[in-house]
């Protein structure tokens, strides 16, 4: 059984938002990285708040991720209200129109990872073009009851508009 100290301890220690402030994070954040080491080219869309690229790892023929500029961790360090509700929708308009933009009207899926299932500590949402290639990466992308490792965009905006 874990105690209250400890429940609180691990929630400050890798949940807290206060990571926000951790400079050593940012700087060893690769797409913190991205945005200070590359050349515009290299991005599909960027601007002073988001930005968006191909997945280095796709997961179907068309795998974008839209990610804010600024070094948010994960969805774990979003705050319930308008601040956080219009970063999530910002992004997954972009992620919309880039889908459009990159495919031919296939049938699409948004969401994100929750840690400790994302690869990367810097908020990222996956948008699809489907079909998943190969098909059973399909998994590591559809919510499943019970294991909270990939959030559809549409529950977290609930979650946050509570």
């Known amino acids: 059984m874990v105690s209250n100290f400890g429940l609180t301890w691990f929630w400050n220690c890798f ?8 400079s050593t994070l940012r700087n060893s954040c ?12 290299l991005f599909l869309y960027k601007d002073d708040r988001l930005m968006a690229f191909w997945d ?21 360090s979003l ?7 219009k970063l999530v929708s910002d992004m997954l308009e972009l992620g919309q129109c880039l889908v459009a933009e990159h495919s031919s009207n296939q049938p699409t899926r948004f969401g994100f990872h929750m840690p400790p299932f994302n690869s990367v500590d810097h908020l990222h ?3 699809f073009a489907l079909p998943f290639s190969p098909r059973w990466k399909e998994v590591k ?15 977290l905006l609930q979650r946050l508009n509570r």
């Open 56 to 76: 280095r790892s796709p997961a179907a023929a068309c795998h974008i991720l839209v990610c804010p500029v600024v070094h948010v961790p994960s969805v774990r």
């Open 15 to 22: 949940c807290s938002s206060d990571h926000n402030e951790d």
């Open 79 to 85: 705050q319930s209200g308008p601040q956080s509700t």
């Open 30 to 41: 690769v797409f913190c990285k991205k945005v200070s080491d590359e050349s515009d080219e």
């Open 141 to 155: 992308y559809t919510e499943i009851p019970g294991l909270p490792s990939f959030l559809p965009v549409h529950r």
């Open 125 to 127: 949402l996956h948008c």
